[in-house]
């Protein structure tokens, strides 16, 4: 077993509301310390009570001594180590830790999953090498643009050549998260349209993520559309948590995973899943397990989307060697006996929570708001709510928010999944958004909870994997 880590430096902690995430560390180590770029550090983004270690925004090789000397002071002993809470701060803290402490990852595995074009190659060469494996080969081609303002100079970098991929396919950059600048294409008119906007989209990104020492490069990835089963739910889409000690994989658990159609943000994740075929569940750990090793993970919290497709092989969507984001480690807290952070710094607690099943969604406004001002909601024990305080900037609302936006969260814990999804349908018919509409003018609006397409041919489980 993983010895107990007293001291630990979260990497990008105090970016994307992590504080649930936070708390949960805190609980087990005498020490938590939030490192923080010098150009990021302002009132919007770090909360006053949590202890900071500044840093430049160059994330050089001086940067990584500065966190190490702060380490050997903090934890003379080795009880030591880093977090990483976003893709972009991942091969620094994975370069901290192989400095002392308890080690992570290789550097190599952290940028292999920061640019989704490395991911995909090291995938695709363990489908070809061992097809019992069932691993669904994704054809993809990673393209370099001259310029982000010209989508038609371009040259391919890895996978195939585009014009041999099949439509549908999906536009995505190849080194930005969070769903950022994704669209489906059915049409070489849709591609183009696509190709552009991300471009366009990445430029908008770019200026922020260097001053935050994040290099956005010009690069997209253009893949074929994985066909999901048509049995489960909704995208055939999942995300498996796993966790690793020592260089050992287990399956954590899997959430469904639901998003939207045409940005594929997300919508809600199930956990445990009410829809993921148990017969998989070894393919998807051994599959995984592998691919864990080839990346010398030793120890981490690793997040894997995944689909099944209609002829019941498994297919990469993304990988991340951090926690989930979106509020799913918040669900694995409440309803599994296994709290995974603890377990993965030396603490282990058996719980026995009375929570069978905990649901996660993020309502949507039923009429667009262009500034929200205030959000009435109802007291109600058995719904979590948060609400993201980057809802109430202007400056983060470019246009109405009917999309499917994270910005409120209502999670509920229930004994089966219908309980859940009654009380936070009860729950959100009181909600009530204040903001101004596309004129300025005063505007009331409900919300609603996104729709939830559990598939077609298969019932959901009361009783999930």
């Keep these: 077993m993983t010895r107990p880590i007293r001291v630990l430096y979260a990497f990008g902690g105090h970016r994307w509301q992590h504080h649930h995430m936070l708390h949960q560390i805190r609980s087990v180590v005498d020490k938590l310390f939030l490192v923080i770029e010098d ?38 002993d080795g009880s030591w180590s880093t977090l990483a809470f976003d893709d972009f701060s991942a091969p620094l803290a994975a370069h901290v830790s192989s400095m002392g402490g308890m080690p992570t990852y290789s550097v190599h595995a952290a940028f292999a999953t920061l640019y989704k074009h490395q991911l995909r190659l090291i995938w695709n060469h363990l489908a070809r090498r061992d097809p019992a494996r069932r691993m669904q080969i994704v054809r993809f081609s990673c393209l370099k643009f001259r310029t982000f303002g010209d989508a038609s100079s371009f040259r391919v970098i890895a996978g195939t050549d585009p014009a041999l991929l099949r439509f549908p396919v999906i536009v995505k950059p ?28 990445m430029r908008s990104i770019r200026p922020i993520a260097r001053a935050l020492g994040f290099r956005v490069p010009p690069h997209l990835i253009l893949e074929e559309e994985l066909l999901p089963s048509p049995a489960l739910c909704g995208h055939g889409e999942y995300s498996a948590q796993l966790l690793s000690c020592e260089g050992r994989h287990r399956v954590l658990g899997i959430t469904d995973k639901f998003r939207s159609g045409a940005h594929f943000g997300e919508l809600g994740h199930v956990f445990p899943s009410v829809t993921f075929p148990p017969a998989l569940l070894s393919t998807v750990e051994n599959t995984l397990c592998m691919v864990l090793d080839i990346l010398e993970v030793l120890n981490a919290i690793t997040t894997w989307d995944i689909i099944v497709t209609a002829d019941g092989a498994i297919g990469l969507v993304e990988g991340q060697l951090r926690p989930s984001g979106n509020h799913v480690m918040e669900l694995y807290d409440r309803v599994s006996p296994i709290n995974p952070f603890h377990t993965l710094l030396g603490v282990p607690r058996q719980r026995n929570p009375n929570n069978v099943l905990g649901i996660v969604l993020f309502p949507l406004p039923v009429t667009p708001v262009f500034r929200v001002e205030r959000i009435d909601v109802p007291t109600d024990a058995r719904v979590h709510l948060s609400v993201d305080s980057r809802v109430y900037h202007a400056r983060f609302w470019k246009g109405p928010i009917a999309g499917p936006q994270g910005y409120v969260r209502a999670l509920c814990v229930a004994d089966s999944f219908s309980k859940a999804m009654h009380i936070l349908a009860t729950w959100v018919n009181g909600v009530l958004i204040h903001g101004r509409d596309a004129s300025g003018s005063a505007v009331a609006t409900e919300m609603r909870l996104p729709e939830l397409v559990l598939g077609g041919s298969v019932p959901v489980s009361e009783k999930p994997t």
């Design 39 to 76: 150009a990021h550090l302002d009132s919007t983004t770090v909360d006053p009570e949590w202890p900071t270690l500044m840093i430049t925004s160059d994330w050089c090789q001086r940067d990584a001594l500065t966190v190490r000397q702060h380490a050997e002071r903090s934890a003379p």
């Design 174 to 201: 190849d080194c930005l998260d969070g769903s950022s600048a994704v669209m489906r294409a059915t049409t070489g008119t849709e591609l183009n349209g696509a190709l552009s906007y991300a471009l366009t989209k």
